[in-house]
């Protein structure tokens, strides 16, 4: 669990492109990808974790699911940008590369290029973090 409490919006990649919500958001559900979310936290959740201004969390692929003005985002992986390990995300992005190559059936390949898509995102968050210190 990242954050569990109001936000003012909610920004996040998904498989049909960046998803901007809002307060009132239609019911929905689609894929997220590989990237970044984007929430501007607020009320007595965001004030208890010491929450203010937008934040910034790095996802791996999972689901979003927006029902009766609640929003859920389930993903396999979910990472700060200050806790990502740059280097060992460069490394990841190596090996991916590497199978890629490698990679015989379309199942493998598409495993792989996830793999990649993952530590690109998480190379991008890491070089994020940088620029906001």
Sequence with gaps: MV????????????????????AQHSNLIMAVIPGTIEYVPYGKAAQEAGLSGRQTIIVSDGLLKVENGEVMI???????????????????????????????????????????????SRIKGATKKHRLK
């Design 3 to 22: 954050y569990d409490g109001d936000a003012l919006s909610v920004t996040l990649p998904t498989t049909e492109g960046s998803v901007g919500i809002l």
């Design 74 to 120: 389930l993903v396999d992986t979910a990472e700060r940008p200050e806790d990502i390990d740059e280097a060992r995300a460069r490394r990841a992005e190596e090996q991916a590369r590497e199978d890629l190559k490698h990679a015989n059936t379309n199942r493998d390949q598409a495993m792989v290029e996830a793999e990649l898509s993952r530590a690109l």
